[in-house]
């Protein structure tokens, strides 16, 4: 299990994709069984995934705009009859972007020059805008073409299946949801009591200790708790504590962070 990543601060302007890279990396088989089940159901869990960041931030150091994306490379193998590693390309989108199909063929003929493996290519969509659905890329000139497809999965359309998620045992559903509630919800006491409300499920489906941490340092960071809502926020914990000493021990745990 990684360790999970410093408190981001409150007061920062809003970027709820930062957290994708290490949610991903520590929920790594919940989130593909969640948005990738096809792909999920041909690896072979029993292999560790190998994660590639330094590999693949040597392949994209040209790219701008960082902030509005977030990628992850990881080599994992395959359940087709033989010891076969593959590599997946998992790309992060926050905002629509003109640009955006090019960049992702851009990175798998990199990534498929450098390592010689298979790539596959996948993009989870975390914007508002329901007309942003870019799932290929194509060129054509004087008779000469080029199209690369790729899997993509829009968190919007996640939206009717909001009740589903809360109500599921894979742990990542969670973190979906928050990314939902995230993006939608601007009210700063609306996002305060939907962190609590997030607290509250996760506490009630069980899970341990170490992936509550984990958990929810993710869900503060999709849903910023603005600073004037820290008073409120912290009244409420100390009920979650009275509650849970499990929970009690978390309110500790995030008090220093935002003291931090």
Same mark, same amino acid.
């Given at each position: 299990?990684?360790?999970?990543?410093?408190?981001?601060?409150?007061?920062?302007?809003?970027?709820?994709?930062?957290?994708?890279?290490?949610? =991903?990396?520590?929920?790594? %088989?919940?989130?593909?069984? /969640?948005? @990738?089940?096809?792909?999920?159901?041909?690896?072979?869990? #029993?292999?560790?995934?190998?994660?590639?960041?330094?590999?693949?931030?040597?392949?994209?150091?040209?790219?701008?705009?960082?902030?509005?994306?977030?990628?992850? /490379?990881? !080599?994992?193998?395959?359940?087709?009859? $033989?010891?076969?590693? =593959? /590599?997946?390309?998992?790309?992060?989108?926050? $905002?629509?972007?003109? $640009?955006?199909?090019?960049?992702?063929?851009? *990175?798998?003929? !990199?990534?498929?020059?450098?390592?010689?493996?298979?790539?596959?290519?996948? +993009?989870?969509?975390?914007?508002?805008?329901?007309? @942003?659905?870019?799932?290929?890329?194509?060129?054509?000139?004087?008779?000469?073409? =080029? !199209?690369?497809? @790729?899997?993509?999965?829009?968190?919007?359309?996640?939206?009717?299946?909001?009740?589903?998620?809360?109500?599921?045992? #894979?742990?990542?559903?969670?973190?979906?949801? +928050?990314?939902?509630?995230?993006? %939608?919800?601007? %009210?700063?006491?609306?996002?305060?009591?939907?962190?609590?409300? @997030?607290?509250?499920?996760?506490?009630?489906?069980?899970?341990? !200790?170490?992936?509550?941490?984990?958990?929810?340092?993710?869900?503060?960071?999709?849903?910023?708790?603005?600073?004037?809502?820290?008073?409120?926020? #912290? %009244?409420?914990?100390?009920?979650?504590?009275?509650?849970?000493?499990?929970?009690? *021990?978390?309110? =500790?745990?995030?008090?220093?962070?935002?003291?931090?």
């Amino acid at each position: 299990m990684n360790d999970v990543p410093p408190p981001v601060n409150p007061d920062e302007s809003s970027d709820h994709d930062s957290p994708w890279k290490s949610a =991903i990396e520590v929920f790594f %088989q919940p989130c593909m069984e /969640l948005l @990738f089940p096809q792909v999920a159901s041909q690896l072979d869990w #029993n292999q560790e995934p190998v994660f590639m960041d330094k590999e693949l931030q040597k392949l994209t150091s040209d790219s701008n705009d960082s902030r509005r994306h977030v990628d992850k /490379l990881i !080599r994992v193998c395959t359940l087709a009859g $033989e010891f076969r590693w =593959i /590599l997946l390309h998992i790309e992060v989108q926050g $905002e629509p972007e003109a $640009e955006f199909t090019r960049r992702m063929f851009t *990175y798998y003929y !990199r990534m498929v020059e450098r390592f010689n493996e298979p790539v596959v290519s996948m +993009a989870i969509l975390t914007d508002t805008r329901k007309s @942003f659905r870019p799932d290929h890329y194509w060129q054509e000139l004087m008779g000469c073409s =080029i !199209r690369f497809d @790729f899997i993509c999965v829009k968190l919007l359309d996640l939206q009717d299946r909001l009740d589903a998620m809360l109500a599921s045992d #894979n742990i990542f559903a969670l973190l979906v949801a +928050a990314q939902l509630i995230a993006k %939608q919800v601007k %009210q700063p006491r609306q996002r305060t009591d939907a962190v609590l409300n @997030f607290y509250r499920m996760a506490r009630r489906k069980g899970y341990s !200790r170490q992936h509550l941490f984990l958990m929810h340092d993710f869900i503060e960071w999709m849903i910023r708790i603005p600073r004037q809502e820290l008073s409120y926020y #912290n %009244q409420h914990i100390d009920l979650i504590e009275q509650e849970d000493e499990t929970m009690g *021990y978390m309110a =500790i745990y995030k008090r220093e962070s935002f003291a931090k």
